[in-house]
């Protein structure tokens, strides 16, 4: 079943994901681990855990890096659009917690090129410690790119959404499947969201790696 989306809907999945970030998420210490990034980090109050001493496998200068806003922006003015309809359904609550599982886990994800930038760096400091010192964004993005790799992942994702995205059925039709969501916009997500927005992160990781 599709989901509706109308624009009342962005204040819902905002009022949803700022309430939860301020109560569920950060008091109970979650933005405390450096694998997650708040989308309101101007908004968080103080956390009511005690502090989890995480390995520090990022260098200080590079652990900041945040950019949930692009990936909001992403996922409401061009993920969306292409799996939901026009429409107003009323069930904003189940709607916004829907988008903030779908938002939290894109973060993740994505912000784990940071994690992926070190262990490059680590690996070829003489290959990138150049371009850093140069500041050229151009060419540690060439040195970071593995079309081979990448070409692997968005196969591995579409044949994921192929088998485990199917709606069941009773029926041993097996010629007409349906999908909860086209396993060719999971492959597209990949494609010019995910792969590209992670290696925006490595990058400007990489370009601080050195401060």
């Known amino acids: 079943?599709?989901?509706?989306?109308?624009?009342?809907?962005?204040?819902?999945?905002?009022?949803?994901?700022?309430?939860?970030?301020?109560?569920?998420?950060?008091?109970?210490?979650?933005?405390?681990?450096?694998?997650?990034?708040?989308?309101?980090?101007?908004?968080?109050?103080?956390?009511?855990?005690?502090?989890?001493?995480?390995?520090?496998?990022?260098?200080?200068?590079?652990?900041?890096?945040?950019?949930?806003?692009?990936?909001?922006?992403?996922?409401?003015?061009?993920?969306?659009?292409?799996?939901?309809?026009?429409g107003d359904d009323g069930d904003y609550a189940s709607t916004a917690a829907s988008d903030l599982s779908c938002l939290q886990a894109l973060s993740r994800r994505i912000h784990y090129g940071k994690f992926v930038a070190e262990?490059?760096?680590?690996?070829?400091?003489?290959?990138?410690?150049?371009?850093?010192?140069?500041?050229?964004?151009?060419?540690?993005?060439k040195l970071l790119t593995d079309e081979r790799v990448e070409k692997m992942v968005k196969k591995r994702v579409e044949k994921k959404a192929i088998v485990f995205g199917q709606d069941v059925s009773g029926s041993n039709n097996t010629d007409n499947k349906h999908y909860k969501v086209d396993p060719s916009v999971v492959a597209r997500l990949y494609d010019e969201w995910v792969i590209p927005l992670t290696k925006r992160v490595e990058v400007e990781y990489l370009i601080r790696r050195l401060n």
Request: glycine share 2%.
């Open 119 to 141: 262990i490059k760096f680590r690996d070829a400091p003489h290959d990138y410690e150049p371009p850093i010192r140069a500041k050229d964004a151009d060419e540690l993005m």
């Open 1 to 86: 079943m599709k989901l509706e989306f109308t624009l009342s809907k962005r204040w819902s999945v905002s009022f949803v994901l700022k309430m939860n970030q301020r109560t569920l998420c950060h008091q109970a210490g979650r933005y405390v681990n450096p694998e997650e990034n708040p989308f309101f980090p101007d908004n968080l109050p103080p956390s009511l855990v005690p502090n989890y001493n995480y390995s520090q496998v990022l260098h200080p200068g590079g652990a900041s890096i945040n950019i949930n806003k692009a990936i909001w922006d992403m996922y409401l003015n061009q993920l969306l659009p292409l799996f939901v309809v026009a």
